[in-house]
């Protein structure tokens, strides 16, 4: 069943409906492909094989992706009676598992996936690479020694892989975009409150948290949209509906739309790697041929350093909070052994953020959002800019330098997090599109920021783009086991 490996989800949903393969068919093929290629990459950190074959008895006829076979990120996305560490030793050791689903996987299951294992991720989602000393390191299949990023690397590097087409993951300073950017993936980062965090959680890290999935097409990340987007009884907010589906908008009229073109960093303390300038003025010169007017201009209130430097702040309280909150649940202390040098450091740091500093990030926070708002208002109706500031980085190269100097650390990441981490400040979608490589062939993600709630003008660009630069035919064959 190797012909299934590099099919979207859609496709592979489309010949389980037609009889052309059999759901058992599909997920032994699946099965197979991740106990040959997860010897390199370790994207797959709980295999819950038996139950999903237990599930394909409960599967419903007509579902969006009926019978698809998916990945569930370890980390608050939680699963009942699943094994359960957000790449904590503290959670491992415990042997913590959870007494009830998050409504996300409801929703993941209602659309007809089946979950067929857990993806590895940084501790607690906290960092951009996906090393966690828990589980061992994730691998980017294109090249086994660099990084797939984080905290989404498990899931990324399964779907660039070929394991699964789909994989969920989420994003609260990045943890989508990045990792599809370096994997090759297409990775949207919904509109704040598009799709729900409960019954576990209500505003995570003061709103910087979407939840979502990781794709290899435009029309998948679609389909997906449709299937979790829309409140629950209880959320703290909810984005503004959109008229019509998702799915519909990437077939609808997109534009011509006015376009700012950046090449900069938010915080302007660092550049992009030329191959990277390259990528985003390549997007541009695509946009431009489609009939759009590409103008080089950004929201104003990106260049001050608070839009680099609030995110970062924000986490660490955001680490403090998430160990108080396991020690709550599982009634013993977490100790500073049971956390990595850099969790230790964000938690350290916490301390000497007090309640009031916190209501000025999230005041400041609020003021970006204001600025880039303004910015749309304006005149403009999307923003191209970088992902990341350069291909995967080689494995190893944070943990080095976070046993050398865990702040040293922290200020390396900073051109990484305020490329991303503004769109969680702000709320609005964002998506990454695999629209360039590097010089050595690894893929460098390509980002387009809408106004909040437009994830519609969002994904009809962006099937525009995949249309006019394909990347369907880009796998990294050579550097898996199968070299399929």
Same mark, same amino acid.
């Not at 996300?104 to 996936?113: A, I, N």
């Not at 297409?186 to 409150?193: A, D, E, I, Y």
């Given at each position: 069943?190797?012909?299934?490996?590099?099919?979207?989800?859609?496709?592979?949903?489309?010949?389980?409906?037609?009889?052309?393969?059999?759901?058992?068919?599909?997920?032994?093929?699946?099965?197979? @492909?991740?106990?040959?290629?997860?010897?390199? +990459?370790?994207?797959?950190?709980?295999?819950?094989?038996?139950?999903?074959?237990?599930?394909? #008895?409960?599967?419903?006829?007509?579902?969006?992706?009926?019978?698809?076979?998916?990945?569930?990120?370890?980390?608050?996305?939680?699963?009942?009676?699943?094994?359960?560490?957000?790449?904590?030793?503290?959670? /491992?050791?415990?042997?913590?598992?959870?007494?009830?689903?998050?409504?996300?996987?409801?929703?993941?299951?209602?659309?007809?996936?089946?979950?067929?294992?857990?993806?590895?991720?940084?501790?607690?989602?906290?960092?951009?690479?996906?090393?966690?000393?828990?589980?061992?390191?994730?691998?980017?299949?294109?090249?086994?020694?660099?990084?797939?990023?984080?905290?989404?690397?498990?899931?990324? #590097?399964?779907?660039?892989?070929?394991?699964?087409?789909?994989?969920?993951?989420?994003?609260?300073?990045?943890?989508? @975009?990045?990792?599809?950017?370096?994997?090759?993936? +297409?990775?949207?980062?919904?509109?704040?409150?598009?799709?729900?965090?409960?019954?576990?959680?209500?505003?995570?890290?003061?709103?910087?948290?979407?939840?979502?999935?990781?794709?290899?097409?435009?029309?998948?990340? #679609?389909?997906?949209?449709?299937?979790?987007?829309?409140?629950?009884?209880?959320?703290?907010?909810?984005?503004?509906?959109?008229?019509?589906?998702?799915?519909?908008?990437?077939?609808?009229?997109?534009?011509?739309? @006015?376009?700012?073109?950046?090449?900069?960093?938010?915080?302007?303390?660092?550049?992009?790697?030329?191959?990277?300038?390259?990528?985003?003025?390549?997007?541009?010169?695509?946009? &431009?041929?489609?009939?759009?007017?590409?103008?080089?201009?950004?929201?104003?209130?990106?260049?001050?350093?608070?839009?680099?430097?609030?995110?970062?702040?924000?986490?660490?309280?955001?680490?403090?909070?998430?160990?108080?909150?396991?020690?709550?649940?599982?009634?013993?202390?977490?100790?500073?052994?049971?956390?990595?040098?850099?969790?230790?450091?964000?938690?350290?740091?916490?301390?000497?953020?007090?309640?009031?500093?916190?209501?000025?990030?999230?005041?400041?926070?609020?003021?970006?959002?204001?600025? =880039?708002? &303004?910015?749309?208002? &304006?005149?403009?109706?999307?923003?191209?800019?970088?992902?990341?500031?350069?291909?995967?980085?080689?494995?190893?190269?944070?943990?080095?330098?976070?046993?050398?100097?865990?702040?040293?650390?922290?200020?390396?990441?900073?051109?990484? +997090?305020?490329?991303?981490?503004?769109?969680?400040?702000?709320? /609005?979608?964002?998506?990454?599109?695999?629209?360039? =490589?590097?010089?050595?062939?690894?893929?460098?993600?390509?980002?387009?920021?809408?106004?909040?709630? @437009? &994830?519609?003008?969002?994904?009809? +660009? #962006?099937?525009?783009?995949?249309?006019?630069?394909?990347?369907?035919?880009?796998?990294?064959?050579?550097?898996?086991?199968?070299?399929?």
């Amino acid at each position: 069943m190797d012909e299934l490996r590099w099919l979207d989800a859609t496709d592979v949903a489309g010949m389980i409906a037609d009889g052309s393969v059999s759901p058992r068919e599909v997920l032994d093929a699946t099965i197979a @492909r991740i106990e040959d290629l997860d010897q390199s +990459v370790h994207a797959v950190v709980t295999p819950l094989f038996e139950r999903a074959i237990g599930r394909l #008895a409960a599967l419903s006829a007509n579902k969006p992706f009926g019978g698809v076979p998916f990945l569930v990120k370890d980390l608050i996305c939680e699963v009942a009676g699943a094994p359960f560490h957000e790449g904590m030793r503290y959670l /491992q050791g415990l042997g913590y598992v959870p007494p009830v689903d998050q409504e996300l996987f409801r929703r993941f299951e209602t659309s007809g996936l089946v979950a067929v294992g857990k993806a590895n991720t940084s501790e607690l989602g906290l960092t951009p690479t996906t090393e966690p000393l828990a589980m061992g390191p994730t691998r980017n299949p294109w090249n086994l020694e660099h990084t797939p990023g984080g905290s989404s690397g498990g899931p990324a #590097a399964a779907v660039a892989a070929g394991m699964v087409p789909i994989a969920h993951a989420n994003d609260g300073g990045g943890s989508i @975009r990045g990792p599809a950017a370096y994997c090759g993936l +297409v990775g949207l980062k919904p509109s704040r409150g598009r799709v729900p965090l409960g019954p576990l959680y209500g505003d995570l890290f003061g709103g910087l948290v979407c939840e979502f999935v990781v794709t290899r097409t435009v029309r998948d990340t #679609a389909v997906a949209l449709d299937a979790l987007a829309g409140p629950m009884p209880g959320d703290p907010y909810a984005a503004p509906t959109t008229a019509g589906s998702y799915t519909a908008a990437l077939n609808g009229p997109a534009g011509p739309l @006015r376009v700012g073109l950046w090449t900069g960093i938010p915080g302007g303390r660092s550049a992009l790697a030329p191959s990277v300038v390259d990528g985003v003025r390549g997007a541009g010169s695509v946009l &431009e041929e489609l009939g759009h007017t590409v103008i080089e201009d950004h929201p104003a209130s990106l260049d001050g350093p608070e839009a680099s430097g609030v995110v970062s702040r924000m986490f660490c309280v955001a680490a403090l909070w998430a160990v108080r909150r396991w020690e709550r649940i599982c009634g013993q202390p977490v100790t500073p052994s049971d956390l990595e040098p850099m969790t230790r450091t964000m938690v350290d740091a916490a301390a000497g953020i007090s309640g009031a500093d916190v209501m000025d990030l999230l005041e400041t926070a609020q003021l970006i959002g204001r600025g =880039t708002g &303004e910015w749309h208002d &304006e005149g403009f109706d999307l923003l191209v800019m970088a992902a990341t500031p350069d291909a995967a980085p080689p494995l190893g190269t944070l943990q080095a330098a976070a046993d050398d100097d865990v702040r040293r650390a922290t200020k390396a990441l900073l051109p990484l +997090v305020s490329l991303l981490g503004w769109c969680n400040l702000t709320g /609005q979608p964002a998506i990454s599109l695999p629209l360039s =490589t590097n010089p050595t062939g690894l893929p460098i993600g390509i980002q387009l920021v809408a106004p909040y709630g @437009r &994830e519609d003008r969002l994904l009809a +660009v #962006a099937a525009q783009l995949e249309t006019a630069a394909p990347w369907s035919a880009r796998h990294p064959r050579d550097n898996t086991p199968t070299g399929s």
